[in-house]
Every structure is written in C-alpha cells, then in structure tokens.
C-alpha cells in the first residue's frame, strides 16, 4: 500500500502492517475519513446533529432552521 498527498508518497508499507500505528498524519487522516460498518450509522449522525421525528421519518436539520 501506497499513501500518497500531493503527488508525493508518505507512507508505504504492507497491508498488514499499514493498518496498525504509528502513522504519517495524513495516513491518520485517511483512515479516519472511513465510515464505520455500522448499521445505526445514520441514528449516531441524526443523534449528533440533532432530529426531529415525524412519524418514521427523521429529518437532520441545521442549527436555527425551521421544518416546513
């Protein structure tokens, strides 16, 4: 594996070994930027943001705005 930022490499290293740390902070970052394989992903996200329920429906919505 191949970690590459702004056309230069930062990291390289096997697979195994490149998902264990210390990392260059930009691998960090990448790495950090994967989604969880979680399947309450989207309630943890509404949760954080906030929501409001209508019915089965949930709608995110931003800080100071209205549902209409």
């Known amino acids: 594996v191949v970690v590459m930022k702004d056309g230069l490499v930062v990291e390289q290293g096997i697979k195994s070994k490149m998902f264990k740390p ?3 902070p930009y691998t960090e970052l990448l790495l950090g930027s ?27 919505k ?5 549902i209409s």
Not at 49 to 59: C, P, V
Not at 62 to 66: A, I, R, S
Request: aromatic share 2%; net charge negative.
């Open 22 to 24: 210390p990392h260059h």
């Open 62 to 66: 931003m800080k100071g705005e209205g």
């Open 34 to 60: 994967v989604p969880e394989m979680d399947p309450k992903w989207l309630d943890k996200l509404l949760d954080s943001r906030g929501k409001d329920n209508l019915g089965d429906a949930a709608i995110a």
